[in-house]
């Protein structure tokens, strides 16, 4: 066979040492790798390139069946975009994996028996980034969740389980508040659930589930969510298997790939030689699983239990109890490397399989609904008389829709407000046609007149629509 070109980016901070390390690991286990070098992160900022990579990179990307990629430095300030977010978007790759394991007794943790993989959407929620502030008061951000990015990402945990022999998915989402966005991903879940009847699924809004991990992760297997639960819960997941920095990630697409350590670019120990390499390893791994080289994967992640089993740590893992030498980054890779085809004794040893076909997300296909125009939501900015404010809304209106409520931050004050109620200066002004009957495009610009000419500052507008009937808008505010 031969080599498979995979591309690397040495990264920031600590990305250069801890790449040393891992491509020294992999040399010296025989990875069949052709690697082609790319420059991305502080140094591509820095040259006016606000999304920290050339343009030119992404040919490179397209040719290579893997990327993995070191940590690296995002400038602060200066409107720079998360070079990561790019990536992930750019290339489609939907699927964030994150395999949190625990390596009781030799690392310690409270959670001896964990082993849970976080299974994240990776190209929408609020990680969209789209944001505004249009009033001195008021910031907002929009979440973005799509019933087609949800199927790819909840079936690919189910299908990641079946491969893994797992024997449940979890489901985490905000239903309770988010009716309509968590909501979808929700009923997502539970229709695919169905089509895996070997697999035990279950749901859990998110902060108790998160509580839940906390304290006891060995009470779940897989959980999947959208994409900012999933950021957070994987740290969370992380750290308390002992280290954040022991964690690889994977990103995967349906052509595209990109590996990389949960951690980040830690500038202050950089080129001191005490990171620990481990969590870019454990993405080198699931590197390796993806593009069938799981023999080397084996043999390189045996050969880490083994280093770990021995008590070779790195500081950050270091402990008096467990550990009998503390190491710097390179000798730490050294110590795997001396025990490449040696296998842990007490620890569990690993036997990865080669992927038996890559995942392929066929969508499901709905049948047509009837989608019908019944409404307009309208965001105002406005700092003056309460009072004159009101007036000025009850006048502007059109014969087929009518004033429902003025709210402010998800609170109704029209028609009735409430004494301690605190304003901002964004207020939310909701028109219905009677009976959620369909209206004209043109009944919303003429109303957009009618503020126009009583001197209302329109932010924007939300346009409301049922589909098959069906209010698909926030119906009721506290």
Same mark, same amino acid.
């Given at each position: ?11 920031? !901070? *600590?990305?250069?040492? $801890? ?5 020294? @690991? /992999?040399?010296?286990?025989? =990875?069949? #790798? ?8 502080q140094?591509?900022?820095?040259? !006016? *390139?606000?999304?920290? $990579?050339d343009?030119?990179?992404?040919? @490179? /990307?397209?040719?290579?069946? =893997?990327? #993995? ?13 998360s ?13 964030n ?48 969740i799509s ?5 790819k ?24 508040i ?11 879940f ?17 902060d ?10 060995e ?21 308390i ?27 202050t ?18 590197m ?21 089993e ?5 500081q ?5 109890k ?14 795997i ?41 309208i ?57 959620l ?7 919303i ?20 629509y ?13």
């Amino acid at each position: 066979m031969g080599k498979i070109p995979i591309a690397i980016a040495k990264g920031d !901070g *600590i990305g250069p040492e $801890i790449m040393r390390a891992c491509l020294f @690991i /992999l040399q010296e286990a025989g =990875a069949a #790798l052709d690697y082609k070098e790319i420059e991305i992160g502080q140094a591509v900022y820095l040259r !006016g *390139i606000k999304t920290g $990579i050339d343009p030119s990179v992404w040919d @490179i /990307l397209k040719d290579c069946r =893997a990327f #993995l990629k070191a940590p690296i430095t995002t400038p602060q300030g200066g409107g720079y975009k998360s070079l990561n977010v790019t990536i992930r978007t750019t290339l489609g790759l939907f699927a964030n994996v994150r395999p949190c394991v625990s390596y009781f007794p030799y690392i310690n943790t409270k959670h001896p028996d964990m082993d849970v993989v976080i299974i994240r959407e990776n190209e929408e929620d609020l990680y969209c980034g789209i944001e505004y502030q249009q009033t001195p008061d008021v910031c907002e951000s929009l979440k973005l969740i799509s019933r087609s990015g949800s199927e790819k990402i909840i079936r690919f945990a189910f299908e990641f389980a079946k491969l893994q022999n797992r024997k449940k998915v979890t489901c985490f989402t905000k239903d309770n508040i988010l009716k309509i966005s968590d909501g979808m991903f929700h009923k997502v879940f539970d229709e695919i659930a169905k089509e895996y009847p070997d697999i035990i699924n279950d749901h859990l809004i998110v902060d108790i589930g998160t509580a839940k991990i906390s304290d006891t992760p060995e009470d779940f297997d897989i959980v999947v969510m959208p994409n900012l639960y999933g950021d957070i819960v994987s740290d969370i997941a992380a750290q308390i298997t002992g280290s954040v920095g022991l964690c690889g990630s994977a990103n995967i697409g349906v052509k595209g790939s990109m590996f990389e350590a949960v951690h980040g670019s830690a500038p202050t120990i950089a080129n001191q030689d005490i990171a620990n390499p481990s969590g870019l390893l454990h993405a080198t791994i699931l590197m390796l699983i993806h593009i069938a080289q799981s023999g080397t994967a084996n043999l390189i992640h045996n050969a880490w239990l083994k280093t770990i089993e021995e008590g070779i740590h790195t500081q950050d893992i270091f402990n008096k109890k467990t550990s009998k030498k503390c190491v710097g980054t390179q000798e730490f890779a050294k110590s795997i490397v001396s025990n490449l085809g040696k296998e842990p004794t007490n620890l569990s040893k690993v036997h990865h399989t080669n992927p038996q076909e890559p995942y392929k997300h066929k969508p499901k296909v709905y049948p047509a609904l009837k989608r019908e125009l019944v409404g307009v939501d309208i965001t105002i900015f406005s700092t003056g008389n309460l009072n004159r404010f009101f007036d000025k809304v009850s006048h502007a209106s059109e014969a087929s829709l009518h004033l429902k409520f003025i709210s402010n931050r998800g609170v109704i004050i029209w028609p009735h407000l409430h004494p301690d109620t605190s304003l901002s200066d964004q207020y939310r002004i909701r028109f219905l046609s009677d009976d959620l009957k369909a209206i004209a495009q043109d009944v919303i610009i003429k109303l957009l007149q009618d503020f126009d000419r009583v001197g209302l500052d329109v932010i924007k507008t939300e346009n409301l629509y049922t589909l098959d009937g069906l209010p698909k808008f926030s119906s009721v505010d506290i």
